[in-house]
C-alpha cells in the first residue's frame, strides 16, 4: 500500500500549474453518449476517477483515446451499441458513474446502473435525479442494486423544480432534456461552475440549453448532437487547495492557469483573514501569514463557500489565534479529517454539523489515516506546516482527484516523497 512522507516546515516557493477540473470532466465525458461523433477534450486531469469513468464509457460502447502526445487529452466516440448496463463493480468505485443515466435514456430509451450507493462523507442518494427524469417520461424500477430504467416513447421536454439544488442530478437532466422532443425548463439548478461547463460544452455540440435567472434553465430538445473539441475549465477545489498550501508556508508561492472568477468568493474569505494574496487574471501569489481572528464558515452550494475546500480552511483556521466555526450544511458526514487532524495537533470540536476550531500551538507530524478525497489532502496541508514527519495512508484517495500532487509540491520546495 502506498503512503506519502511529508517532513515539514519547508517554505514553498516556485509555481503550481492547476490542472483540469475533475468535476467538469467527469460529466462531460458522459455527454459522449449523447452523439455517434468524435468528443475531443482537452485539459483533462489525469486522474482515477477520469480512468474509472473512461471504463465505464468503455464497457457501454464508447471508445476512449488518450492522446499519446498528451496524457491531458482524450477522444471519446460512441458507438450505438445494445450495452445499457452500467456495472456494481464499477460504479462503486465512483459514484458519478451515476451521470451516464440520462445520455443513456436519451440515447437508448433504457439503462441500469448500478446504485451508487453511499460514501464515506453520506448517503448522497439519487431521489432528485429520479423524480426528475420520470417527469421527462422515464420509469424506473430497483432491482437487485441496479435502477432499471426505461422511456419506451423517448423523452419529453417539461417543467422540472428540483426539490434541492444538486450538481450531479443537474447535470443528469440537462443532458436527457437535450435530447428529449419539446421543451424542458427547470428551476432551482445547481450554478457550480461545472455545471456551466458541462452546459458550455453540450452547445458547442450543437444543444439549444439556456440559462435563465435565479437558478433557472431553458431546454429545447434537439434530434441529435454532432461532436466537438472542448477544453475542460481549471479545477476551482485543486486552486483553492493549493492557495491555502501557500497561506500555511508560502514564500512566493505563484498558483496558475486557474480560473479567478471561478474562486472569487474564497479569495474574499481569505484576503479578509488576512492571508496575503496578490492575483491577476489566471494566477495567483500566496505567502505564509499570520491570522489573528478566526472566523464563521457556512458551505452552501455555489456561489457559496464550497464544501469541497471545508477541511482544507479547517488546518489554515487552526492557526489562527481564536476560535473559527465551520457549518456543513451539504453533507451529513463530511468531518471524518477531523479526528486526524486532532493527532497532528488541531483542537477542533465537533457538534452536529458544526465544528468549532479552537487555537493550537501549531501541528506536529503524525502517522495519519486518510478517509476521503478532500479529507486526505487537508492531512497533506497539515503535513506541510508541522514540525517533524507525517505519513499518510490509504492515498488511494487522493489519487482520485489530485494530479500529481506530490510532484507539483516537490517541485516548490516541500520534502515530500510517494513511498
Ligand atoms: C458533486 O457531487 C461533486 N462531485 C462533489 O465533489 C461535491 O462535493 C458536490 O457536488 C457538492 O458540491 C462531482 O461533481 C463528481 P449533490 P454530487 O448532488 O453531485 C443530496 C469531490 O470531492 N442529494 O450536489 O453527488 C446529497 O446527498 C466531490 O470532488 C440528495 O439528497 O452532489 C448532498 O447532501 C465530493 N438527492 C446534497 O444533495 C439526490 O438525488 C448535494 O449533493 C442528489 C443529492
Do not use: W
Amino acid at each position: 500500500m502506498q503512503k506519502i512522507v511529508i517532513n515539514g516546515g519547508q517554505p514553498l516557493r516556485g509555481v503550481i500549474p492547476v490542472s483540469g477540473s475533475k468535476n467538469a470532466a467527469l460529466p462531460i465525458m458522459a455527454a459522449s453518449i449523447l452523439t455517434n461523433e468524435k468528443l475531443e477534450l482537452s485539459n483533462v486531469p489525469d486522474l482515477v476517477d477520469v480512468k474509472t469513468m473512461s471504463l465505464v464509457l468503455s464497457s457501454l460502447g464508447v471508445n476512449v483515446a488518450k492522446s499519446e502526445s498528451n496524457k491531458n487529452s482524450i477522444t471519446l466516440q460512441y458507438s450505438d451499441t445494445e450495452k445499457t448496463i452500467a456495472e456494481y463493480d464499477l460504479v462503486r468505485k465512483m459514484r458519478a458513474s451515476i451521470l451516464v443515466l440520462g445520455p443513456l435514456l436519451a440515447r437508448k430509451r433504457e439503462a441500469s446502473v448500478s446504485l451508487p450507493g453511499g460514501c464515506a462523507i453520506g448517503a448522497r442518494p439519487i431521489d432528485i435525479h429520479i423524480d426528475a427524469l420520470t417527469k421527462l417520461g422515464a420509469t424506473f424500477e430497483l432491482e437487485k442494486g441496479y435502477i432499471q430504467c426505461s422511456a419506451p416513447k423517448g423523452l419529453t421536454g417539461n417543467k422540472i423544480q428540483l426539490p434541492k439544488v444538486s450538481v450531479g442530478a443537474t447535470e443528469n437532466i440537462v443532458m436527457a432534456a437535450s435530447l428529449a422532443s419539446g421543451e424542458t425548463e427547470i428551476s432551482n439548478i445547481a450554478l457550480e461552475p461545472e455545471v456551466i461547463d458541462l452546459i458550455n460544452c453540450l452547445n458547442t455540440m450543437g444543444a439549444k440549453i439556456e440559462l435563465g435567472d435565479n437558478r433557472s434553465v431553458m431546454i429545447q430538445g434537439v434530434k441529435t448532437l454532432n461532436g466537438s473539441i472542448y477544453s475542460i475549465i481549471p479545477d476551482r477545489i485543486e486552486a483553492i487547495t493549493y492557495i491555502i498550501a501557500g497561506a500555511l508556508a508560502g514564500d512566493g508561492l505563484k498558483i496558475e492557469n486557474l480560473n479567478i472568477e471561478h474562486i472569487s468568493n474564497v479569495l474574499e474569505t481569505l484576503k479578509a483573514l488576512p492571508v496575503d494574496i496578490i492575483f491577476d487574471e489566471n494566477s495567483v501569489t500566496v505567502n505564509k501569514s499570520n491570522i489573528s481572528e478566526g472566523i464563521e464558515i457556512q458551505t452552501k452550494e455555489y456561489p457559496g463557500f464550497p464544501t469541497d475546500v471545508q477541511a482544507q480552511m479547517m488546518v489554515l483556521m487552526s492557526m489562527a489565534k481564536t476560535k473559527s466555526v465551520i457549518d456543513e450544511n451539504i453533507f451529513e458526514n463530511r468531518f471524518m479529517h477531523v479526528p486526524e487532524l486532532n493527532r497532528m495537533g488541531a483542537n477542533i470540536e465537533i457538534n452536529g454539523k458544526r465544528a468549532i476550531i479552537n487555537p493550537c500551538s501549531g501541528f506536529r507530524g503524525a502517522p495519519v489515516m486518510a478517509t476521503d478525497l478532500r479529507a486526505s489532502v487537508s492531512l497533506i496541508l497539515a503535513g506541510l506546516a508541522a514540525e517533524g514527519e507525517t505519513t499518510l495512508n490509504r492515498i488511494y484517495h487522493l489519487d482520485r482527484g489530485y494530479e500529481q500532487i506530490e510532484v507539483k509540491l516537490e517541485a516548490c520546495g516541500a520534502e515530500i516523497k510517494r513511498v
